[in-house]
């Protein structure tokens, strides 16, 4: 299968690229920049460039089978400070590749959306494909307006294409110090000796997926045809915050200091996926519990030097 995959020095570009390359796939790589943590995967072809460069984006679909769309130029919690530029540089410049992707006769889209943003606060948990999608910040909005319009290029060009609606993975070689991915941050903190900082009382119940489950159903979303296109992908399972830090604790063998702050409004109570559409129509089950999955990410952050950059061999 040769592939495209835009945003494949990301966390979850990284880890679908080096799965893709151990099963003897051609793959292109398009980034604006190399990983911090492991630069580009040997055996990628890569290009540097963003998402709105039109002309380098027809040139990187060609002859391409399958294209992987993780690319995404804001966060939840950053959106709404400028929506213009949210549907400017993501819903614009995707509707653009959609176009690249017909004329080169791409054959299926496997895009990144979100198992979050795109419900908005649940009515009801676990929360189904059809669930009222009722996004309360923009970039739940632009995901959601990508999903249309993959249905809309399926209905007049026959572009097949599968939207993940993707809970919160974490695992080895997610930014120990960005903003998204509470496992991650968490045990960096206590990995640097500072607290945890935690808005509201730790009751906030999320769902958590390990990111080599998450790659087999990005694997098998390319694969498979099937009846749905929609599908939320996490672990079916919720866990608060407290009951992350209770697990942090057997791991690292020792009881991090919390820091809790005032809650905020953004943040919905539970927010838990019904993946039985993933289980029934792709045969995907996730595997790694939660104390598995910490622990693997926690030995990866234990190789990392005290800046948290790991300079590619």
Same mark, same amino acid.
């Given at each position: 299968m040769?592939?495209?995959?835009?945003g494949?020095?990301?966390?979850?570009?990284?880890?679908?690229?080096?799965? #893709? $390359? +151990?099963?003897g796939?051609?793959?292109? &790589?398009?980034?604006?920049?190399? =990983?911090?943590?492991? !630069?580009?995967p040997? *055996?990628?072809e890569?290009v540097?460039?963003?998402?709105?460069n039109?002309?380098?984006?027809?040139?990187?679909?060609?002859?391409?089978?399958?294209?992987?769309?993780f690319?995404s130029t804001?966060?939840?919690k950053t959106?709404?400070?400028?929506?213009i530029?949210?549907v400017?540089?993501?819903?614009?410049?995707?509707?653009? #590749? $959609? +176009?690249?992707?017909?004329?080169?006769? &791409?054959?299926?889209?496997?895009? =990144?959306?979100?198992? !979050?943003?795109?419900? *908005?606060?649940?009515?009801?948990?676990?929360i189904?494909?059809?669930?009222?999608?009722n996004p309360?910040?923009?970039?739940?909005?632009?995901?959601?307006?990508?999903?249309?319009?993959?249905?809309?290029?399926?209905?007049?060009h026959?572009l097949?294409?599968?939207?993940?609606?993707?809970?919160?993975?974490?695992?080895?070689?997610q930014?120990?110090?960005g903003?998204?991915?509470?496992?991650?941050?968490?045990l960096?903190?206590?990995?640097? !000796?500072?607290?945890?900082?935690?808005w509201?009382?730790?009751?906030?119940?999320?769902?958590?997926?390990?990111?080599?489950?998450?790659?087999?159903?990005?694997?098998l979303?390319a694969?498979k045809?099937?009846?749905?296109?929609?599908?939320?992908?996490?672990h079916?399972?919720g866990a608060?915050l407290?009951?992350?830090?209770?697990?942090?604790?057997?791991?690292?063998d020792g009881?991090p200091?919390v820091?809790?702050?005032?809650s905020?409004?953004?943040?919905v109570?539970?927010?838990?996926?019904?993946i039985?559409?993933?289980?029934?129509?792709?045969?995907?089950?996730?595997?790694?519990?939660?104390?598995?999955?910490?622990?693997?990410?926690?030995?990866?952050?234990l190789t990392?030097?005290e800046?948290?950059?790991?300079?590619?061999?």
């Amino acid at each position: 299968m040769n592939s495209l995959v835009l945003g494949g020095c990301g966390f979850i570009g990284g880890h679908l690229v080096e799965r #893709l $390359l +151990e099963r003897g796939d051609a793959v292109r &790589v398009y980034d604006r920049s190399p =990983s911090r943590f492991r !630069g580009v995967p040997r *055996g990628a072809e890569y290009v540097e460039g963003e998402l709105g460069n039109h002309g380098l984006i027809r040139e990187a679909v060609e002859d391409v089978e399958v294209v992987f769309h993780f690319v995404s130029t804001t966060l939840p919690k950053t959106s709404n400070d400028d929506p213009i530029y949210d549907v400017r540089s993501n819903l614009v410049d995707t509707l653009q #590749l $959609l +176009e690249a992707c017909v004329e080169a006769g &791409v054959r299926k889209v496997v895009f =990144s959306s979100s198992g !979050g943003t795109v419900y *908005g606060p649940p009515e009801t948990t676990p929360i189904s494909e059809d669930h009222p999608t009722n996004p309360i910040s923009s970039y739940g909005i632009v995901k959601l307006a990508v999903e249309k319009y993959l249905g809309l290029f399926h209905h007049l060009h026959g572009l097949d294409y599968a939207a993940l609606r993707i809970s919160n993975p974490y695992g080895p070689y997610q930014d120990p110090a960005g903003q998204q991915g509470a496992i991650s941050v968490f045990l960096n903190r206590i990995r640097t !000796g500072q607290p945890i900082t935690i808005w509201g009382d730790g009751g906030v119940v999320r769902d958590y997926l390990y990111i080599s489950d998450l790659t087999d159903a990005l694997e098998l979303a390319a694969e498979k045809e099937t009846l749905s296109k929609v599908f939320n992908i996490g672990h079916g399972h919720g866990a608060s915050l407290n009951e992350l830090i209770g697990l942090m604790s057997g791991v690292v063998d020792g009881t991090p200091e919390v820091e809790y702050l005032p809650s905020r409004p953004l943040d919905v109570p539970v927010s838990v996926l019904d993946i039985s559409r993933a289980e029934a129509e792709l045969g995907w089950r996730p595997e790694t519990d939660l104390p598995a999955g910490i622990s693997r990410t926690w030995e990866w952050l234990l190789t990392l030097p005290e800046t948290g950059v790991r300079q590619p061999d």
